[in-house]
């Protein structure tokens, strides 16, 4: 569903005789990071998250942690190991995202140097936002904090989101 998403977005930009599965993966495509956040998601879902449990996890979690690696070098995209992010989601191919939240719903769409994170509320304890379906984030745009972004909601370029916005 991401391959598609991507495909969709850049169908100007992208030659179809060089339109192969892989070729989106590489560590210079803006899909790469999120492969890598899929792998990882493969590998808690297939040996789970207790690292004793088998050691095989240890190496594919060493291949995991390069690819996160080669993300932030290539890519300047990070995004956090428990981030719930939904089919369809599309990055900006120029990168410098850092994705924190809580939860990110499927069809969002996430433009360059965008920032979800996380605030500290009372008692010290990490407050991350909720992304709704559908919504687009506008370039240099900062969001955090325990909040909700309703379905289909619109952020601006050059926002500070600290407070819950509608559907």
């Given at each position: 569903?991401?391959?598609?998403?991507?495909?969709?977005?850049?169908?100007?930009?992208?030659?179809?005789?060089?339109?192969?599965?892989?070729?989106?993966?590489?560590?210079?495509?803006?899909?790469?990071?999120?492969?890598?956040?899929?792998?990882?998601?493969?590998?808690?879902?297939?040996?789970?998250?207790?690292?004793?449990?088998?050691?095989?996890?240890?190496?594919?979690?060493?291949?995991?942690?390069?690819?996160?690696?080669?993300?932030?070098?290539?890519?300047?995209?990070?995004?956090?190991?428990?981030?719930?992010?939904?089919?369809?989601?599309?990055?900006?191919?120029?990168?410098?995202?850092i994705l924190g939240?809580?939860?990110?719903?499927?069809?969002?769409?996430?433009?360059?140097?965008?920032?979800?994170?996380?605030?500290?509320?009372?008692?010290?304890?990490?407050?991350?936002?909720?992304i709704g379906e559908?919504?687009?984030?506008?370039?240099?745009?900062?969001?955090?904090?325990?909040?909700?972004?309703?379905?289909?909601?619109?952020?601006?370029?050059?926002?500070?989101?600290?407070?819950?916005?509608?559907?």
């Amino acid at each position: 569903k991401d391959i598609v998403r991507y495909k969709a977005m850049n169908s100007t930009y992208v030659d179809e005789k060089c339109c192969r599965r892989f070729l989106y993966i590489l560590p210079w495509s803006p899909l790469f990071s999120l492969a890598v956040y899929r792998y990882n998601c493969f590998i808690d879902k297939r040996w789970g998250k207790d690292p004793t449990k088998k050691p095989v996890r240890l190496i594919f979690k060493a291949f995991y942690h390069m690819g996160r690696f080669l993300s932030v070098i290539m890519q300047k995209t990070q995004i956090e190991e428990d981030v719930q992010i939904a089919e369809g989601v599309y990055l900006s191919p120029k990168g410098g995202q850092i994705l924190g939240a809580h939860l990110i719903g499927k069809g969002c769409t996430i433009h360059h140097n965008v920032t979800i994170g996380f605030s500290f509320g009372r008692g010290r304890k990490m407050q991350r936002p909720d992304i709704g379906e559908n919504v687009w984030i506008g370039p240099d745009t900062i969001i955090y904090g325990n909040i909700k972004v309703g379905d289909g909601a619109v952020i601006g370029p050059k926002t500070v989101v600290n407070k819950s916005v509608p559907p």
